[in-house]
């Protein structure tokens, strides 16, 4: 293995920031196993032309029954933190009702086994499986998700709160609503513009009813992980520039908007309105529920373009000049300091605020040094934004290990832990080896 190497070293960070990296439950557990109920997901797999290989999330990186030797992975790299999340029908196979005491028993099992290894466990709620019996009721297109998801937010917090370090109720509501409803690439894979708004809406509206309940229950260090993409116009047309702004509206301003000035942007308001659920202006003292910490997704930028023969919003992505990720992503670390500095911004600099995931798709199965760079660059604009005055107070890589790339199937390989998915052997990277001589030490690496 080449002797790939990180810049910065753990000293170079303030006291106490936190190192962590990041998976979700159905891209590794292996949702087949433990009596767990259907999600959207195993709709949108059984449906042909969905999912890269006709792939499915059975087995995964089947973590359920090797989650000890993946907590050891992130121990073993000097990691202070993991972030995972719960699976709704892995605990509530039905959605509500009568939860599945095999789920819960494995999280326990997880949860106690972070905590035996000294890591911090980062809990997010919903990491988009939303119950088959719920989605059969409209999901995030029936406003009663709000109170389904509190009731199971809150069966989560009461059994496990007390050993959990912090907790977004949501990962990535842009993908949750836009992503799933508007462009139809991800469950339930819809293309409805109703669907779509009344999402946009509902999945704040659940966020923020989750959080007072929470809140109620005496649970703290409450978040969101909300992902941003920065927006580039393709050239300087005064179309373009609009069209980009529109992009960035619905992207990056919609759901920050609603949860820290109350409003959502007018332009994209104006495609929405006419499809907008009834009374949803009344919402917004819940959706803004404060909170204790704000997490970033950030990855890549979008290079946009209007065009003007398609309905709104009228633009599209057109292949941008910078050098690219196996999906296709520009590499683009400056739109990580943009973002933190936004977001510092917005919140007056006094909300604690984590990246919460950051990494890149790269088939080099072991000496990844191209994601050894982005690693590098990215944790520089990093520490770029905490020189600046941005609270940032800690940085979870995307990801621990290969998984299952949602429509992308196994393809794209996110991990610095390569898996292969035969005999599921994991091998950590460069990139993993990397990172541990850099947080291990404070030598710069
Ligand atoms: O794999 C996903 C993750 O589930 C959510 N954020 C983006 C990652 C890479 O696409």
């Known amino acids: 293995m080449d002797n790939a190497t990180l810049s910065f070293s753990r000293s170079d960070f303030p006291e106490g920031f936190v190192f962590g990296t990041a998976a979700a439950a159905l891209q590794i557990e292996g949702s087949g196993y433990g009596g767990a109920g259907p999600s959207h997901w195993d709709t949108f797999c059984a449906t ?9 999330t059975l087995v995964a990186c089947d973590h359920y029954h090797r989650w000890e030797e993946d907590l050891d992975l992130v121990r073993n790299a000097g990691l202070d933190a993991y972030r995972f999340s719960l699976s709704w029908p892995r605990i509530l196979p039905e959605g509500r009702g009568t939860p599945n005491e095999e789920g819960l028993d494995f999280y326990d099992r997880l949860i106690d086994g972070m905590l035996e290894r000294g890591l911090q466990p980062w809990a997010t709620l919903y990491h988009w499986e939303m119950p088959a ?10 406003r009663d998700v709000a109170n389904w998801f509190t009731d199971y937010s809150r069966l989560v917090m009461n059994r496990f709160g007390d050993r959990i370090e912090g907790t977004a109720t949501l990962n990535e509501p842009w993908c949750v609503a836009w992503l799933s409803h508007f462009l139809g690439h991800h469950a339930p894979g819809l293309r409805d513009i109703r669907a779509a708004a009344h999402a946009m809406h509902h999945v704040l509206l659940a966020h923020g009813t989750a959080v007072q309940a929470l809140r109620a229950d005496g649970h703290d260090n409450l ?3 909300c992902n941003f993409e920065y927006s580039q116009p393709a050239d300087d047309k005064p179309e373009t520039i609009r069209a980009a702004e529109l992009n960035d509206a619905i992207y990056n301003r919609w759901f920050v908007g609603g949860i820290f000035e109350k409003t959502y942007p007018t332009q994209v308001l104006e495609g929405l309105a006419p499809h907008m659920p009834q009374g949803w202006q009344d919402d917004f003292d819940v959706i803004a529920t404060p909170l204790d910490w704000f997490g970033i997704n950030y990855y890549t930028r979008s290079v946009i373009a209007a065009d003007p023969v398609s309905l709104w919003p009228s633009y599209m992505t057109v292949p941008g000049p910078l050098p690219k990720t196996d999906m296709g992503w520009e590499i683009y670390p ?12 917005l919140t007056d600099r006094k909300m604690p605020i984590y990246v919460t995931e950051n990494g890149l798709a790269d088939s080099e199965p072991v000496n990844d040094l191209v994601r050894t760079d982005y690693m590098d660059s990215h944790f520089g604009a990093a520490l770029d934004a905490i020189k600046s005055g941005v609270p940032l107070k800690g940085f979870f890589t995307w ?8 429509a992308f199937g196994y393809d794209k390989r996110f991990g610095m832990v390569h898996v292969d998915f035969e005999t599921q052997k994991r091998t950590p990277k460069a990139s993993w080896h990397a990172l541990r001589q850099a947080i291990s030490t404070n030598q710069p690496g």
């Open 133 to 142: 019996a719920l989605s059969d009721l409209g999901g995030w297109r029936n």
């Open 334 to 345: 400056e739109g990580l300091l943009h973002f933190l500095k936004r977001v510092g911004d």
């Open 48 to 56: 042909p032309g969905n999912i890269a290989n006709s792939e499915n």
């Open 223 to 225: 978040g969101i992980v």
């Open 399 to 406: 990801s621990l290990m290969d998984n299952f790339e949602w």
